[in-house]
């Protein structure tokens, strides 16, 4: 069959713009940014280079977290207290667990047991023989799925609680309740002269959420919805993270409630679209490459998050129950 040269060049530009949307696939585009695998690879970087940089230490966040390395080769720093609600989603392998650990040990290093307390909901018990010995720990990790709503339901009420309290003192944030009690405090001359004390921020860690969601989803749902809603304001720090991202799991009163999505490798565009809203997470490489979504904007940035080893996690532990007890 013969073909004009009209045609073979209209064939011609077809193929090779085929042949460049499959070598695409390869990259993932984050704004005007297109990173290989590889390319992404050499932006790994220890946690202990983030946290001695100085974008890390001159950093003003109240809680500042390390988010790892941007396509730019920028350290990126931002403050818990702002990027909470947080839905956070991975594979195993993905790298979100090491994401965590660097997530709570580095908190827990720079603040102490009284300014900081963990709570910690971890049902596939991939943390808690480790950080069951962290000072910072609020009463004991729940490991079992049919616990986890009564936990959420105590802490709901500590939050409650809290609310309480800043009413009595005609407050309305953590930070002026507990200037109150310092100026109460710097009046008695002694902290055991008044009645109030300072409260410390929570950060609550729910892991497993499609787990805790098949005991009880109706139960679990309202209990994190009101925390997701209600616990900021009075310094109760919700983090929700899942392996297997699904509507039963991350409902749409959940995602509504949510300011800070970040996910790393998952195994379907749909699982993306749950989480962030659009594809992309699928495409990641996995070993700390993420997409961090901020509720202030609509396009994900691409980052590298530190890298921290089983035996660098061991360490910092040591050294925070040392310095803290």
């Given amino acids: 069959m013969l073909i004009c040269y009209d045609e073979y060049i209209r064939r011609d530009a077809f193929n090779r713009k085929r042949k460049e949307a499959n070598m695409s696939e390869k990259k993932i585009q984050m704004g005007n940014n297109y990173m290989s695998r590889d390319e992404m690879s050499t932006r790994i970087a220890g946690l202990q280079t983030l946290l001695e940089s100085d974008v890390y230490k001159e950093s003003s966040a109240?809680?500042?977290?390390?988010?790892?390395?941007?396509?730019?080769?920028?350290?990126?720093?931002?403050?818990?207290?702002?990027?909470?609600?947080?839905?956070?989603?991975?594979?195993?392998?993905?790298?979100?667990?090491?994401?965590?650990?660097?997530?709570?040990?580095?908190?827990?290093?720079?603040?102490?047991?009284?300014e900081v307390k963990l709570f910690l909901v971890d049902t596939k018990k991939m943390y808690s023989d480790r950080l069951a010995y962290v000072p910072h720990i609020q009463g004991s990790i729940i490991t079992e799925p049919v616990k986890?709503?009564?936990?959420?339901?105590?802490?709901?009420?500590?939050?409650?609680?809290?609310?309480?309290?800043?009413?009595?003192?005609?407050?309305?944030?953590?930070?002026?309740?507990?200037?109150?009690?310092?100026?109460?405090?710097?009046?008695?001359?002694?902290?055991?002269?008044?009645?109030?004390?300072?409260?410390?921020?929570?950060?609550?860690?729910?892991?497993?959420?499609?787990?805790?969601?098949?005991?009880?989803?109706?139960?679990?749902?309202?209990?994190?919805?009101?925390?997701?809603?209600?616990?900021?304001?009075?310094?109760?720090?919700?983090?929700?993270?899942?392996?297997?991202?699904?509507?039963?799991?991350?409902?749409?009163?959940?995602?509504?409630?949510?300011?800070?999505?970040?996910?790393?490798?998952?195994?379907?565009?749909?699982?993306?679209?749950?989480?962030?809203?659009?594809?992309?997470?699928?495409?990641?490489?996995g070993a700390g490459d993420m997409l961090f979504l901020r509720s202030t904007s609509k396009r994900a940035e691409r980052i590298q998050t530190a890298y921290i080893s089983a035996n660098e996690i061991s360490d910092m532990i040591q050294d925070i129950k040392k310095r803290w007890t």
Wanted: aromatic share 4%; net charge negative.
């Fill in 148 to 285: 986890a709503a009564d936990a959420i339901d105590w802490l709901s009420g500590e939050m409650m609680q809290r609310y309480r309290m800043f009413n009595e003192c005609g407050v309305q944030s953590l930070d002026a309740y507990n200037e109150i009690v310092s100026k109460d405090v710097k009046e008695s001359g002694d902290d055991n002269g008044t009645e109030r004390m300072a409260l410390p921020r929570v950060i609550a860690v729910i892991d497993s959420l499609e787990d805790i969601m098949i005991y009880n989803r109706t139960r679990a749902e309202l209990g994190i919805v009101t925390l997701l809603q209600l616990g900021a304001d009075v310094g109760i720090h919700v983090i929700l993270k899942t392996e297997r991202p699904s509507i039963e799991g991350v409902t749409s009163l959940i995602k509504t409630n949510i300011s800070g999505r970040i996910a790393f490798a998952l195994d379907s565009k749909t699982e993306s679209l749950i989480i962030l809203d659009m594809p992309g997470a699928e495409k990641l490489s």
């Fill in 62 to 114: 109240e809680l500042p977290i390390a988010i790892g390395v941007n396509v730019e080769g920028e350290i990126e720093v931002e403050d818990l207290v702002k990027l909470t609600p947080m839905l956070l989603a991975g594979t195993s392998g993905s790298g979100a667990n090491e994401f965590l650990y660097s997530l709570i040990l580095s908190l827990s290093t720079l603040k102490g047991p009284e």
